[in-house]
């Protein structure tokens, strides 16, 4: 289950933004807040909107008014630069660009504004029903806001060719998506096939089968547990519809994975190009942890308390599930480093990782994590992502002799190893890293 900020946090929030907008003499936007070290989703759940917040903290929101003349010349201008069809999902990620929820707002649909701006429109692309809004809000708290919207993409996409062939979820069976992923092969998506879409490869059928396969699970237990009586599809059609989606001509076999780990060489010449101290600090904790890219902004500073007597620190993976990392003393010494940093730097908000630019100490994004890794790759001609470190640590540990469940938990990774090691104690485990690694 997702642990929900308490109304105490949201309110410290509040008082921290307020200050920053007494400080800045700016009212940030929306979009903002996550880069300032803000939780946005908390604020607007608890106060019911951001103006609402802006105006409760006794400030003026930023209140942008466009006429539908600008609203359709902004998609016309985005069609003309790129000569692609104008996407939500990119005007929902551009502060520069109004949001897709005006545009509704004013036209009806998105579609629709298209339509009058004189542009094709994405055909079936944002079209979805009930059924796909009941399982994304039912999956909304378990998974990222990325994930999200794949899964959405792939579903509505779905939705698309079952509406093109006149039929329903109910209609759906082992022809249709047999139909559906031959198309995949060899059109791409059916939602984009005015906007260059492109045929899918492996990787991509992959995925989308594994978003259907889940979907197709949730629709059976939801229907058994909302007592619908009989089930939108059957449960055994739904169970041929997942044995198709394992045969290899439908989905293919994905090519094996290049990623490589890197040796402990190349993790020095790394190091010595780093010149600024938090880029070092973020490296060498990112390795030694374990990170995900996306786990850097999670980490607060209340999931490293007690780390000096604990031996661990708490890391919240997918599906905001928390996991204890165990962390030596050579690692203690990197996260102490960490907080005098945050001493020197004067950062005010709460998260563990941070980044220095021009507005001061903001929290660290992914976004950042990669720019960082990217300029360090150029520099070094050494190319490597988090991930890549995340799997050098996997197999330095185990060359250094860790037992496999253990590096399984440390990453995150499920399996039944992960089950065997949850019997032990974050202080057995720190007497095994201690003893064996230190830090690499």
């Known amino acids: 289950m997702t642990k929900k900020l308490s109304d105490e946090y949201i ?16 009212v940030p936007t929306a979009r903002e807040l996550g880069k300032l070290g803000f939780s946005r989703k908390g604020l607007v759940r608890y106060y019911g909107s951001y103006n609402k917040l802006i105006e409760k903290l006794g400030f003026q929101p930023n209140k942008r008014s466009y006429t539908k003349k600008d609203l359709l010349q902004f998609l016309r201008n985005y069609k003309e630069r790129t000569g692609n069809i104008p996407l939500t999902l990119v005007f929902h990620s551009n502060k520069d660009y109004p949001s897709p929820t005006i545009y509704r707002r004013e036209f009806g649909s998105w579609n629709a504004a298209l339509r009058e701006a004189g542009l094709e429109t994405n055909l079936e692309y944002h079209v979805s029903d009930e059924l796909i809004e009941q399982y994304i809000n039912d999956r909304k708290d378990l998974l990222t806001d990325s994930t999200i919207r794949c899964y959405y993409a792939t579903l509505s996409d779905l939705y698309a060719f079952l509406r093109s062939k006149a039929k329903s979820w109910d209609d759906l069976d082992t022809i249709i998506i047999a139909e559906y992923f031959f198309y995949l092969k060899k059109n791409g998506s059916y939602s984009k096939r005015n906007n260059r879409a492109r045929p899918n490869r492996a990787q991509a059928l992959k995925s989308r ?10 629709i059976e237990k939801w229907c058994k547990r909302k007592k619908i009586d009989p089930y939108i599809i059957d449960p055994s059609e739904i169970e041929e519809i997942k044995a198709l989606l394992k045969r290899p001509n439908i989905v293919p076999k ?3 994975s290049t990623r490589r780990a890197l040796s402990e060489e190349q993790l020095e010449i790394i190091r010595q190009s780093i010149d600024v101290s938090i880029d070092r600090n973020i490296f060498d904790l990112g390795l030694n942890l374990g990170l995900r890219v996306n786990e850097y902004e999670k980490i607060t500073l209340d999931m490293i308390d007690g780390f000096e007597t604990d031996h661990f620190i708490v890391v919240t993976g997918k599906r905001n599930k928390r996991r204890n990392v165990v962390v030596t003393e050579n690692i203690k010494t990197m996260i102490r480093k960490q907080l005098l940093l945050r001493k020197l730097y004067r950062v005010e908000h709460n998260y563990f990782f941070f980044d220095v630019g021009k507005k001061g100490a903001i929290r660290l994004t992914k976004k950042r994590v990669n720019e960082i890794y990217q300029r360090l790759s150029e520099s070094t001609g050494i190319f490597f992502r988090q991930h890549e470190l995340r799997y050098t640590m996997a197999v330095l540990f185990q060359n250094k002799g860790v037992r496999q469940h253990i590096i399984s938990q440390r990453l995150g990774h499920k399996g039944s190893s992960t089950q065997r090691y949850s019997r032990m104690t974050p202080l057995e485990r720190y007497k095994i890293l201690q003893k064996k690694v230190g830090s690499i």
């Open 11 to 26: 309110k410290q929030q509040a008082e921290e933004l307020k200050k920053h907008i007494e400080k800045t003499g700016k």
């Open 209 to 218: 089968a594994i978003h259907i396969s889940a979907f197709l699970t949730w």
């Open 254 to 256: 994905t090519e094996e």
